[in-house]
């Protein structure tokens, strides 16, 4: 099956700093989206990015589905940033999502 | 809307036992799932349905079961709880206006489950 790699695995950040997230995956996909997952465990979506880019306040994605990868951009970090970030995509319209393994960052005042 | 809603938000099972874990959604959306995250790992795929009365395994479907009557509720049942069903899970759903593609996916706020 597909496989998708993030990196980096962790990330500590001083708050104001950028930061960059990496999604490599194995094959072609036709979705792709960027979670994150609070403290407290709650997911929440941030991109449904399966080509091209967006932005969304400090977020930015973008994808280069040719090349298989996809790069979450966040600017001027806050600690409400903080969490783990999942990439996950869907290869032909399989119906579901497979995760990567995610990037902790940690983000201090 | 409340979104996606799941109880209970603990529990502790003792080895041989069984319950049901609740989802549901008040965004009509069509696609619903149910995942696992273990300790530091990312999100396993147990069941998914693409709509009332159509379900179908995802990657650890084993020890579980799923049934969807109606587009709002897709409970998981946990027959015969072992230690290695320790996890905290996830409900979510999505939306389908074609019916071959789904947009972003909905997060519940997860159940947390211990098995001793």
């Known amino acids: 099956g597909i496989q998708v790699e993030q990196s980096p695995p962790d990330l500590i950040l001083q708050e104001g700093a950028n930061s960059t997230l990496r999604c490599n995956f194995s094959?072609?996909?036709?979705?792709l989206q960027w979670f994150h997952q609070n403290p407290w465990g709650q997911l929440i979506n941030l991109f449904y990015i399966p080509s091209g880019t967006k932005q969304n306040g400090r977020l930015s994605a973008t994808t280069v589905a040719t090349e298989r990868y996809s790069l979450l951009y966040i600017s001027s970090s806050q600690t409400t940033d903080s969490g783990v970030y999942f990439c996950a995509v869907e290869r032909g319209y399989t119906d579901k999502l497979i995760f990567g393994t995610g990037t902790r960052l940690q983000v201090f005042p | 809307n409340a979104g996606v809603t799941q109880t209970p938000k603990f529990r502790i099972l003792k080895i041989g036992q069984s319950m049901t874990l609740q989802c549901t959604q008040d965004?009509?959306?069509?696609?619903m799932y149910w995942y696992r995250q273990d300790p530091g790992m990312g999100l396993k795929l147990i069941y998914y349905s693409v709509g009332a009365g159509i379900t179908d395994k995802g990657e650890v479907p084993n020890g579980y079961n799923v049934s969807r009557s109606t587009t709002e509720d897709f409970p998981l049942r946990l027959e015969l709880a072992a230690p290695s069903q320790t996890s905290v899970y996830f409900c979510?759903?999505?939306?389908?206006?074609?019916?071959?593609?789904?947009?972003?996916?909905?997060f519940g706020p997860g159940t947390r489950l211990t098995v001793t």
């Open positions: 979510a759903s999505s939306y389908t206006p074609s019916g071959t593609m789904f947009y972003e996916q909905y």
């Open positions: 965004m009509n959306h069509n696609y």
């Open positions: 094959d072609s996909v036709n979705n």
